[in-house]
């Protein structure tokens, strides 16, 4: 067996082409795995950057090959911080499951079909930002807990089940100023919206800024004992907090909270 082939007067390799025939197939499942989120557009920009340098390069352009190499070099630092929730993802995946198990990193790297249960939470992610930012823009109150097991307790005497899937309509409509549901809590664990209007304890801790309400002492209140995220959209100032192992992080931006959102729901269900 050879091991040059020839193609077009070009001599490669075996193991080139099998390195380039794998990059290439590495690139597909990447972009398979982005596709839908927002660091798709991303992505494809990050491949028409690395296009460019090999099209300049290739074209012996040396001013332009050394900017765009500078730019790459400088840029790796940059694609891990923008692609942290990604990047989580796989090292968690990979941390956590044998190489050769059935629910293992590559097999969910080379078998996208299989990688559903982060597509359902990204679903969820972008379901619980889009009514976020809505409720911000009318200056709608909300509390959304957002639990990482089962076990979570709350008082069932005054909530309302709900058991539903997790949607922004049906989100804003709870929270809506004119709903029965709309004083209390929301209670959501895995894909399911359990229980609304759930009173929570108040937190006591004497640290918490003055101005805060009682929405967000709630907050603060389910996260001092359990392992929970707890969102709180202002209805004063329009402005989106979160609560965490009883801390409190007050306006924080939409992209911040989908991190986070990315962060406590794969810790809680990878």
């Known amino acids: 067996m050879k091991e040059v082939i020839q193609f077009y007067g070009y001599e490669f390799r075996w193991l080139e082409l099998l390195d380039l025939v794998i990059v290439i197939f590495l690139i ?9 989120s927002l660091a798709f557009n991303i992505f494809v920009g990050l491949l028409m950057i690395y296009a460019a340098f090999f099209l300049v390069r290739a074209l012996r352009m040396p001013i332009l090959t050394n900017i765009l190499q500078n730019f790459i070099n ?3 630092i940059a694609i891990i911080i923008i692609f942290q929730p990604e990047i989580r993802k796989f090292l968690l995946v ?3 499951k044998t190489p050769l198990s059935k629910d293992s990193f590559l097999t969910k790297l080379f078998l996208p079909d ?6 359902d939470e990204e679903n969820i992610i972008n379901e619980i930002i889009i009514a976020v930012s809505r409720m911000m823009s009318t200056h709608t109150g909300a509390l959304i807990v ?3 097991t089962y076990r979570l307790k709350f008082d069932t005497a005054s909530s309302i089940p709900i058991d539903a899937n997790v949607s922004s ?11 029965p549901l709309h004083d209390g809590a929301l209670i959501i664990v895995g894909n399911k919206m359990l229980a609304a209007k759930v009173i929570l304890p108040v937190s006591e801790n004497p640290d918490l800024p003055t101005r805060v309400g009682l929405r967000h002492r709630s907050a603060v209140g389910i996260t001092e004992h359990s392992d929970n995220l707890a969102i709180i959209v202002s209805e004063e100032r329009g402005t989106v ?6 801390n ?3 306006d924080v931006s939409l992209e911040d909270l989908k991190v986070k959102l990315y962060e406590v729901l794969i810790d809680g269900y990878a």
């Open 28 to 36: 597909i499942q990447l972009y398979r795995l982005l596709k839908g």
């Open 74 to 76: 400088v840029g790796l």
């Open 94 to 96: 990979l941390g956590k």
């Open 114 to 119: 299989k990688f559903k249960s982060y597509k």
């Open 146 to 148: 957002v639990a990482t």
């Open 169 to 179: 309509k049906l989100i804003e409509s709870i929270f809506n100023k004119h709903s």
């Open 241 to 246: 907090s979160y609560a965490q192992d009883g």
């Open 248 to 250: 409190l992080t007050q």
